[in-house]
């Protein structure tokens, strides 16, 4: 049956996200699932709720739904409900959707669980590297972000209504969320491939601020 409910999810998801275009998209959903699976092998986390986690997780993200942190749970216990799937499973990957998401720099943020683990340091990775940047800028455009405005500094959320709520451009972003996650690493090998994906971001930043400069001969 576990095959089947994947399958099932997995062409849901994929209608759904299809087309999106601030990085959310299917092919987000499809990295994070392959990066998850992965990671869950070397943890040895039950795959069967990593791969519905991963899948669902950005099912209804509370960024697109004017910041409601319920609504991305219970569109997948909906779902889940009514492909007839345990409650028990149901529980678990629910939990996981509620807490994968990032909600400050001075928030913390729980996960009890091994596979909630490998589904968080998935979707870390994939806001980290070259992608990280792609995906980074495809959102702060469709927020009408500005590339960067030296008059505003990044601040240190204290609260996710706060982050929630934060307009900066999406410079800051990299000072107020991604340059963080290499720290927040919950496995050795997520720790490992995002300390590769922060260098590059740091470069990419260096690069951005000499040519903001005019750092440069003609
Ligand atoms: P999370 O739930 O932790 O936010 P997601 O997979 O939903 O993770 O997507 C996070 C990605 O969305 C970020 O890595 C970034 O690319 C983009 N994003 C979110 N907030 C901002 C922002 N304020 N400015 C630019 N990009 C953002
Ligand atoms: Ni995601």
Request: charged share 30%.
């Amino acid at each position: 049956m576990n095959p089947e409910i994947i399958e099932k999810t997995e062409e849901y998801v994929k209608k759904k996200l299809q087309g999106e275009g601030t990085g959310h998209d299917w092919w987000h959903i499809h990295r994070v699932r392959n990066t998850a699976l992965q990671l869950a092998k070397i943890e040895d986390a039950d795959l069967f709720i990593v791969e519905l986690a991963a899948l669902l997780h950005d099912i209804a993200d509370h960024k697109f739904h004017d910041g409601d942190e319920e609504i991305g749970p219970a569109t997948a216990r909906n779902w889940l409900e009514n492909l007839g799937v345990d409650e028990s499973i149901i529980n678990r990957v629910c939990t996981i959707i509620r807490d994968v998401s990032f909600k400050g720099a001075e928030v913390e943020t729980k996960m009890d669980s091994i596979e909630g683990k490998v589904v968080q340091d998935a979707d870390r990775l994939d806001a980290l590297g070259a992608i990280g940047i792609a995906r980074a800028f495809a959102y702060g455009g469709h927020k009408d972000r500005e590339l960067y405005n030296p008059e505003i500094k990044p601040e240190s959320h204290t609260t996710f209504e706060s982050y929630k709520k934060s307009t900066g451009p999406t410079l800051n972003h990299f000072y107020e969320k991604l340059f963080l996650l290499k720290d927040r690493m919950n496995t050795q090998a997520g720790r490992k491939e995002a300390e590769k994906r922060h260098q590059f971001m740091k470069e990419f930043v260096d690069q951005f601020f000499s040519e903001w400069g005019g750092d440069f001969e003609l």
